[in-house]
């Protein structure tokens, strides 16, 4: 079970932190993600954040580089979205999600295809 928080309504530049707390499968086995749906979209087949098990590799889509930073902590059984900078075009619901299970340690799961287990999802509205 994966359950998100830390959404809310901010003005464009400002930040929020998310987190994802997941219990009942060992988490340090999973890369883990975030993916976002705007509202009247399709959830986007690229993670905004993805980050590998180790904690050691992370990826972010060209419009998020620079902005967001994900981590993890494996002890806490919690990933972390930093979004700083915000824009209006980041509005939607994040959604984290967990990997199938059968990465190595320092693989990053980009893709939605590559996750299995997905949180609820808080929403972020970005106001101009």
């Known amino acids: 079970q994966l359950q998100a928080s830390g959404g809310g309504l901010v003005q464009a530049g400002g930040s929020l932190r998310l987190s994802c707390i997941a219990s009942?499968?060992?988490?340090?086995?999973?890369?883990m993600g975030w993916f976002r749906q705007a509202p009247g979209k399709e959830r986007e087949i690229v993670a905004v954040a993805a980050i590998s098990r180790s904690g050691k590799n992370a990826y972010y889509t060209d419009s998020t580089k620079g902005r967001f930073t994900i981590s993890r902590d494996n002890a806490k059984n919690t990933v972390y979205l930093q979004m700083n900078s915000l824009k209006p075009e980041d509005s939607a619901v994040y959604h984290c999600?967990?990997?199938?299970?059968?990465?190595?340690?320092?693989?990053?799961?980009?893709?939605?295809?590559?996750?299995?287990?997905w949180g609820q999802g808080t929403l972020v509205t970005v106001s101009s």
């Open positions: 999600a967990a990997a199938l299970g059968d990465e190595t340690s320092y693989y990053v799961a980009r893709y939605r295809y590559e996750y299995g287990y």
């Open positions: 009942g499968r060992p988490f340090r086995n999973y890369a």
